[in-house]
């Protein structure tokens, strides 16, 4: 009699494919592996697999996920996975039939992304340059701090996923270029343009690095090939540093930490650009977006702008 594969076989297999056939990144898989892990914990106190479980134990799931408080958004996200995991099992012949076909997900608006206005884009910014300026720091916290800068105005100005951006090999600062090459999701190459702001900051954060060169770090991070080095298994900086470190520059700069992370930057990036007239295929194509219903998210901006317009502007708007 033919044995059944474990759970964490299929998933290994699974993650597998979307690694080789969708280029998912390891952000993408790590999620993935966290959903179906807590997914095949309860089928196994439930005395069930990925190969037998039944609808009914899926709704059994979902209905748990409930019970321990998770948000829509949460569930909807495992029920998403259930679903990529299951065609994957009938593609493959795994199973005859797909348990997650008939399932129904919560309802959920698409909710807007937190924006921040661009007076306080300027505040972080302002304050930013000043901790970089400052002459009573030490040679280390001034470094630190024209990183810090550096990563924002790199930031703003590209509207970069953070994973792209402190991942930044030390060669897009090298070149007096107005266009970097950014490797993003499904290792897909884009070019991106860079304004003089984002440029100066670079080469000044890279001239720092290389006037804190010593005999001594030669073979270290001042040798690195990431822009942002660390001496962290990846050899850059890592996203949570760095969103550590913009909450910090929130609370200094007079905003509430938890209305900023690198992602509301990016946010703010793409609503600012449409609501200064840009097209959203142009936006669309900066951000990376593969399908332009991701970047429509944004369209809010652009209808507030077309509404203010028609009232300021109409012949017969009441003044």
């Known amino acids: 009699m033919r044995t059944k594969p474990s759970d964490s076989k299929l998933t290994g297999l699974f993650l597998d494919m979307l690694a080789a056939e969708q280029g998912a990144g390891p952000n993408t898989l790590d999620a993935y592996r966290r959903d179906l892990t807590d997914f095949s ?26 019970t321990r408080g998770f948000k829509s958004t949460s569930v909807a996200r495992r029920l998403s996975a259930m679903r990529h995991l299951y065609r994957f099992l009938l593609n493959e012949r795994i199973r005859a039939e797909d348990p997650a076909a008939i399932l129904s ?28 300026e400052a002459e009573d720091a030490s040679p280390a916290k001034r470094l630190r701090s024209l990183r810090l800068y550096c990563l924002l105005e790199v930031l703003y ?50 001239a720092a690095t290389e006037a804190a060169k010593t005999e001594k770090k030669k073979d270290s991070l001042a040798a690195s090939k990431w822009l942002f080095p660390s001496f962290g298994e990846s050899g850059h900086l890592t996203r949570q540093h760095f969103a550590r470190d913009l909450k910090e520059l929130a609370v200094a700069s007079g905003l509430q930490a938890r209305l900023v992370s690198p992602h509301v930057l990016r946010h703010a990036f793409a609503s600012h650009l449409l609501h200064n007239g840009a097209d959203l295929r142009i936006v669309q194509t900066l951000l990376g977006h593969t399908d332009i219903s991701t970047t429509q998210i944004y369209t809010h901006v652009v209808e507030e702008r077309l509404k203010s317009l028609v009232r300021d502007l109409h012949p017969l708007a009441e003044k």
């Open 41 to 66: 914990e309860f089928l196994g106190r439930a005395g069930h697999n990925f190969v037998d479980a039944e609808t009914q134990v899926l709704r059994d799931y979902l209905a748990d996920l409930d």
């Open 105 to 132: 997900g919560p309802k959920r608006g698409r909710g807007l992304p937190k924006v921040l206005s661009i007076a306080d884009v300027d505040r972080m910014l302002r304050r930013a340059k000043e901790l970089s």
């Open 157 to 206: 100005a590209t509207g970069l996923r953070v994973s792209e951006l402190v991942a930044l090999p030390r060669s897009a600062a090298k070149r007096d270029a107005r266009m970097i090459v950014v490797r993003g999701k499904g290792n897909k190459e884009r070019l991106v343009p860079l304004n003089e702001a984002s440029r100066q900051a670079m080469a000044d954060y890279l």
